[in-house]
T-cell receptor
């Protein structure tokens, strides 16, 4: 069975500070890993995904994540936070085949203060 | 390119009533998903369609929930009768379903259901 654990339900940073959102996964097969962002009253938008190949994945809006198999982690980072980054972020895993359903973590709410 | 459309956006009903949600996926997407997102939690899969066939409905409470995807395009999710614990956002997503690594799920805005 697959699962996702997001450490910290709420993260607060100052504008311009480093953003680090933590995600650990459990999977018995090589996973596909995803980060989605959800703004209030909107659906989920894909930030980035890891399938195979390069373990450092760059996404939209300056975010990136690194797949570390030995640590079963896929943490999301951004060097400099912007006010517009305030949202809820979800890490998800799928079974290693495209087109299979996603298993989501509980989400991390990112707050950005000026 | 038009995104995934869902309606209604909001619905308030009383327990034991019935309700239906509609989803129109991105044109050409073979795979359609319905997820339930309870407040404070991540989305959880209810049912997955490939064209008009069901791939996975293992987490669908079949005594009260039903879903169909006639003609392999849009889909309807129904709850009858609703319970208080069904209050959630119901998200529809679609993907090409061509089983390559670039396959991405695109989500609609969701329907927020409140059961009183």
């Amino acid at each position: 069975a697959q699962s996702v654990t997001q450490l910290g339900s709420h993260v607060s940073v100052s504008e311009g500070a480093l953003v680090l959102l933590r995600c650990n996964y459990s999977s018995s097969v090589p996973p596909y890993l995803f980060w989605y962002v959800q703004y209030p009253n909107q659906g989920l938008q894909l930030l980035l995904k890891y399938t195979t190949g390069a373990t450092l994945v760059k996404g939209i809006n300056g975010f990136e994540a690194e797949f570390k198999k030995s640590e079963t982690s896929f943490h999301l980072t951004k060097p400099s936070a912007h006010m517009s980054d305030a949202a809820e972020y979800f890490c998800a895993v799928s079974g290693g085949q495209a087109g299979t359903a996603l298993i989501f973590g509980k989400g991390t709410t990112l707050s950005v203060s000026s | 390119e038009a995104g995934v459309a869902q309606s209604p956006r909001y619905k308030i009903i009383e327990k034991r009533q019935s309700v239906a949600f509609w989803c129109n996926p991105i044109s050409g997407h073979a795979t359609l998903y319905w997820y339930q997102q309870i407040l404070g939690q991540g989305p959880k899969l209810l049912i997955q369609f490939q064209n008009n066939g069901v791939v996975d409905d293992s987490q669908l409470p079949k005594d009260r929930f039903s879903a169909e995807r006639l003609k392999g395009v849009d889909s309807t999710l129904k709850i009858q009768p609703a319970k208080l614990e069904d209050s959630a956002v119901y998200l529809c997503a679609s993907s090409l379903g061509n089983r390559v690594s670039t396959d991405t799920q695109y989500f609609g805005p969701g329907t927020r259901l409140t059961v009183l």
